[in-house]
């Protein structure tokens, strides 16, 4: 089944995987998905599960237990300030040869946010973010046993802060927590980056060589945040804190929250399905607007939303540049059931392969 697309992209569709479509057609905001799992899409309700208590550590994408112990908030706030001093440093870097582009998206454009952020960092370190790498067991094993051994060194100056958390380890164990959150930091900023820019190149349609000259990215990235928000679902696992607040959701359930279905709420948005980046203009503070949750609600606010979008604005703008065109498909393109949301499609660089952004 299809939804269509907004006016302003008519003829330029998405077709869901099928439990992703079957969640987009209940209208009911809370609902049991199975004999475990009851879905939430009421804006007040959701403010009230994420206030409930803290998430558990088990619950944290980046910040889960590594090396058999959780990760010590000193170790984690550590983590994003290195991220953050690296993605400060990518933005004033030029970024590398724009055909780096071309291919499968989402996958070229992470592949290209890792050479551009992180290409600096020496070998084995450099490995363990390489996608031939994470997608083995076995090989990340080795890589990981390779950079515990050796985490290279800073001679020449150019290693990333991440890496440089690695090799500042006090001990195996710390160094064997540090490798596992420059595994997770690197593919979670570059993957969420990367389905961002491609979902918005997506939205913006076929026109959107002409108005890139004059869009306002940064309203095109918010409204993509609302339409497809990479992080389209966010887990909870049950327990008696929730139980008071809805009569459907028991001990045992766990809950799962839907930003995808509150940002297109007829209740919370006038025309919710209409790619309209207009909307942001001259919204201050977007992540105040009542009934969005892009970067989560007030108590489990992601650490790293600051870095998110002026790094996607950048890869976008390299990529309007570079005159990057999607090859196919042309009008319809399909989104799988992944924890990430994003549209898949195949892209070029234009007849100009090499311009770079100055
Ligand atoms: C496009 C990229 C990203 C998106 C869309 C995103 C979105 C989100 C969302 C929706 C939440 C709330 C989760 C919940 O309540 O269960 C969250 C929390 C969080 N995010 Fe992000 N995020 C992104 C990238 C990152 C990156 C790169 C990092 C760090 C490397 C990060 C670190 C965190 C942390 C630490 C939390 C708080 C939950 C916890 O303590 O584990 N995020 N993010």
């Not at 010590?72 to 290195?82: F, G």
């Not at 380890?169 to 959150?181: D, F, H, K």
């Not at 002409?210 to 049950?238: H, I, S, Y």
């Amino acid at each position: 089944m299809e939804e269509m697309a907004p006016a302003a992209v008519r003829d330029h569709s998405i077709v869901y995987a099928p439990r992703i479509q079957d969640l987009l057609s209940r209208g009911e905001k809370v609902f049991r998905i199975d004999a475990v799992t009851v879905g939430v899409s009421d804006c007040d309700l959701i403010a009230e599960i994420v206030a409930a208590r803290p998430v558990l550590s088990t619950e944290r994408s980046v910040f889960k237990p590594a090396a058999g112990a959780d990760i010590h908030h000193d170790s984690a706030t550590r983590t994003i300030r290195a991220l953050g001093q690296d993605v400060m440093a990518g933005i004033r870097t030029p970024p590398p040869a724009a055909r780096g582009l071309s291919g499968a998206w989402p996958y070229a454009a992470t592949t290209y946010m890792r050479r551009w952020l992180f290409s600096s960092d020496p070998l084995p370190v450099s490995l363990l973010s390489k996608r031939g790498v994470t997608r083995s067991d076995t090989l990340s094993r080795i890589v990981d046993r390779a950079v515990t051994v050796w985490p290279g060194s800073d001679a020449e100056g150019r290693s990333t802060a991440l890496a440089g958390r690695i090799r500042d380890a006090s001990g195996i164990q710390e160094r064997r927590q540090a490798i596992a959150l420059y595994r997770r930091a690197t593919a979670t900023l570059c993957d969420g980056v990367a389905a961002l820019a491609g979902n918005a190149l997506w939205l913006m349609g076929p026109a959107r060589e002409q108005e890139a000259a004059r869009a306002d990215l940064t309203a095109v990235l918010w409204e993509t945040l609302r339409l497809l928000p990479p992080a389209w679902m966010l887990f909870r696992k049950g327990g008696d804190a929730y139980t008071g607040l809805h009569p459907e959701i028991r001990p045992e359930d766990r809950v799962a929250l839907f930003p995808l279905l509150m940002h297109r709420h007829l209740d919370y948005w006038a025309d919710p399905l209409d790619f309209r980046p207009e909307r942001w203009a001259g919204v201050a503070d977007p992540e105040s607007t009542p009934a969005f949750m892009p970067f989560g609600f007030e108590g489990a606010r992601c650490w790293a939303k600051h870095l998110v979008v002026p790094l996607a604005e950048r890869l976008l703008t390299v990529a309007f540049d570079n005159r990057l065109v999607i090859r196919s498909p042309r009008q319809e393109t399909h989104i799988p059931l992944r924890s990430l949301l994003s549209v898949r499609f195949d892209a070029e660089v234009g007849a100009c392969p090499d311009r770079r952004t100055p």
